[in-house]
């Protein structure tokens, strides 16, 4: 099939047909497909759209682009299950929810990014940690899995190549937002890690990818429909972020952050939220709690008897880690020298946050990225950050910044003080968890 036809079929309104889709990703996987009929692929699909059928065909045709991972030989005696975020600031859920579900009998292999823009990327979290290996071959991928429970790393080039060229096509063509191509780019990596089961997470509010909650639930009812179409079974939640989730956005801090939820001496409460919402409905979906009720009770005691932490730091030694790592993980996460705290404009109660304007401030500490080929800094960021409804005033700042040198900290402090609006009196608490959204039956 010419894939200028394919083109011609789609800018026309017409629904592309299995034969064609699978005909088209071949060709970009090949590199029989050139780039400029790549970039008009991704218009067409931009204007046009993509039916649910055609978003199942794209999905599995950019799944089988490369190496699909195959569990069954290591008869693991518990579901292959994940959880996927559209990402945003102080979301470091992952690190908790995959060794707590790990803990309940689960297996997790999360194959997860970076961070761009204003969101953080969990890879970029992980590498902060002392001798963590966060891209392994695919055989130690397995083996970790395997002995820990769980494996965060980054994506190889074997799964799912086709969705590298056509996202890198996608972010220089201004198609990113397409809906049924971010369903596609998600779900064919997942389907190629070999899960049985999958959690979203969409977020929606001020530091979102989707910013508004129609395009936040228009996201998660093509994940969840289009996910288990392809016979992959998925849950979506849509949550907030309408303030940064964990009270720390950074690197190293959130790492920090997350081992102290996990050995139990700090737990941000719409963190916990969050995170066990997530991970009751993904117990329940693929049959290890009778419902998201015994999901929730199985990962509390998961929590609470240590089991979660043990299998958090096991998978950090198993990954080239320090063994020791939750016991000292303040001494072997690297700090910034320089710290100041961020009073707000004046004393009141936290109404509002601008978190993208949160976000960028943890970029331009040098935490996150402009650009893909920006280096990182692991040990800058914000703690303590106050919550929508908190008591702020200079002797209770808005967050603790940790900057490499008084000029940075000074750019964050003011950057936080715009983000933040203050008022005489608390607003009305909201959820964090808004709506969940089930995939219909295969």
Request: glycine share 10%; with cysteine; proline share 6%.
């Amino acid at each position: 099939m010419l894939p200028q036809e394919t083109i011609r079929a789609k800018r026309d309104g017409r629904a592309l047909s299995r034969e064609e889709i699978e005909a088209f990703i071949a060709g970009l996987t090949s590199g029989a497909v050139s780039e400029g009929q790549v970039a008009a692929f991704a218009m067409a699909v931009f204007f046009r759209g993509m039916d649910i059928d055609e978003r199942v065909h794209l999905t599995r045709a950019m799944m089988r682009s490369g190496v699909a991972l195959d569990w069954k030989p290591l008869k693991l005696p518990g579901p292959i299950v994940d959880k996927h975020s559209t990402g945003g600031v102080g979301d470091n859920v992952s690190l908790m929810l995959a060794p707590m579900l790990a803990a309940c009998g689960a297996f997790v292999p999360m194959i997860s990014g970076r961070g761009l823009g204003h969101t953080g990327g969990t890879l970029d979290k992980l590498d902060a940690i002392p001798g963590y290996v966060s891209q392994p071959d695919i055989g130690r991928f397995r083996e970790v899995v395997a002995e820990a429970g769980c494996a965060i790393i980054g994506q190889t080039a074997e799964l799912a190549p086709a969705d590298k060229r056509l996202y890198a096509t996608r972010d220089v063509t201004a198609t990113v937002e397409s809906i049924a191509l971010i369903t596609a780019s998600i779900l064919s990596k997942k389907l190629a890690a070999g899960l049985q089961y999958l959690v979203m997470d969409v977020k929606t509010g001020s530091g979102a990818f989707m910013p508004t909650y129609e395009g936040s639930r228009e996201l998660a009812e093509s994940i969840a429909y289009v996910a288990t179409g392809a016979g992959l079974p998925t849950v979506a939640l849509i949550t907030d972020m309408n303030q940064p989730l964990a009270g720390a956005a950074g690197n190293a801090v959130e790492v920090q952050n997350a081992v102290d939820y996990l050995t139990g001496e700090k737990r941000d409460a719409r963190l916990h939220e969050v995170t066990v919402s997530l991970g009751a409905e993904l117990l329940a979906v693929s049959g290890l709690a009778p419902d998201p009720a015994g999901g929730r009770a199985a990962l509390e005691r998961a929590l609470a008897s240590g089991a979660a932490a043990e299998r958090f730091e096991r998978m950090v030694a198993a990954l080239g880690g320090p063994r020791d790592f939750l016991k000292n993980a303040r001494a072997l996460l690297p700090s910034a020298p320089f710290e100041l705290a961020a009073p707000p404009e004046r004393a009141g109660y936290v109404e509002s946050i601008d978190t993208r304007t949160v976000g960028l401030a943890v970029v331009e500490l040098g935490g996150g990225r402009a650009r893909a080929t920006d280096a990182i800094d692991p040990a800058v960021g914000l703690t303590r950050l106050a919550t929508i409804g908190a008591r702020v005033s200079a002797e209770a700042p808005l967050a603790l910044i940790h900057a490499r040198d008084a000029a940075s900290a000074e750019a964050a402090r003011n950057r936080l003080a715009a983000a933040y609006r203050i008022a005489d009196a608390p607003p009305p608490a909201t959820a964090p968890v808004l709506e969940k959204i089930v995939g219909a039956k295969a």
